[in-house]
């Protein structure tokens, strides 16, 4: 199936609260679990002169995991959306777990434009996080030109994302199945979002024909694509 990009930034506020009123729960502890596997695997330990950044951070799920599994870490949080931000600041204050958030913070930017944020840069990062980001990323360049001029020699990145179906017919079978589950809004964003992934072979032979060997990609399950490792 052909790629079909879509916009980059959920800006619209109905699409927003749909995307933030359902529930990414499961997928989303899986994702922490994967991430911990990885660095205990590497017999990397995160502490307070670690700091962690959320790309794509949309509203604040994935970064409030992170900031609640490694409390003595700094975690930062950034969307190119201001909805997006707006949404993750105001699920922080009403958070249950409010008083495991004082390391998390947000920021709006886009991503091609975070290097030159100060905020980013009193501390290396140690861990750079994103979750269903890259197929939002209309060029492979501009995300992975971001993630080479954020990471250091201790940075560990670890990227996961949808993988575009092989045919109309199985991105439709899927777009059914997210029907039983969510609204109208999110069904349609769903299914944009799955023609706008990439393949594990466009991925793979970007890392390899750009000096980014160093970093994996592997599929997981029929859906989706990791991409991990130090750049």
């Keep these: 199936m052909e790629r079909i990009p879509e916009t980059e930034l959920m ?20 994702l922490i679990n994967q991430i911990n596997y990885y660095l205990l695997r ?11 950044v959320d790309l794509g ?11 609640i ?24 204050s009403i958070s249950t777990n409010q008083k495991k958030l004082k390391n998390l913070r947000y920021v709006c930017s886009d991503i091609k434009d975070i290097k030159s944020n100060n905020l980013l840069l009193k501390k290396r990062i140690s861990l750079l996080v994103s979750n269903s980001l890259i197929h939002h990323i209309t060029n492979l360049e501009d995300f992975f030109n971001t ?5 250091s020699d201790i940075t560990v990145n670890f ?8 045919d109309e017919k199985s991105a439709l079978e899927l777009k059914a199945q997210c029907s039983k589950k969510y609204n109208e809004i999110l069904t349609k964003d769903y299914y944009a979002s799955l023609k ?19 970093l994996d990609v592997f599929e997981e399950g029929d859906n989706y694509l990791i991409v991990y490792g130090n750049v």
């Design 42 to 52: 590497k017999n990397i330990s995160l502490d307070e002169k670690d700091l962690i």
């Design 69 to 92: 599994k490694w409390p003595n870490t700094e975690v930062v949080g950034i969307d190119g959306s201001k909805e997006m931000i707006l949404r993750a600041e105001y699920n922080k």
């Design 159 to 166: 990227h996961k994302d949808l993988k575009r179906p092989l």
């Design 147 to 151: 993630i080479r001029s954020l990471s």
């Design 11 to 30: 800006v619209e506020k109905e699409q927003v609260i749909s995307y933030d009123e359902a529930d990414f729960s499961e997928g989303e502890v899986n």
């Design 196 to 214: 706008a992934s990439y393949t594990f072979k466009e991925l793979k032979n970007f890392t390899l024909e750009n000096d980014l060997s160093s």
């Design 57 to 67: 951070c949309g509203p604040g799920n994935v970064s409030e995991k992170l900031a």
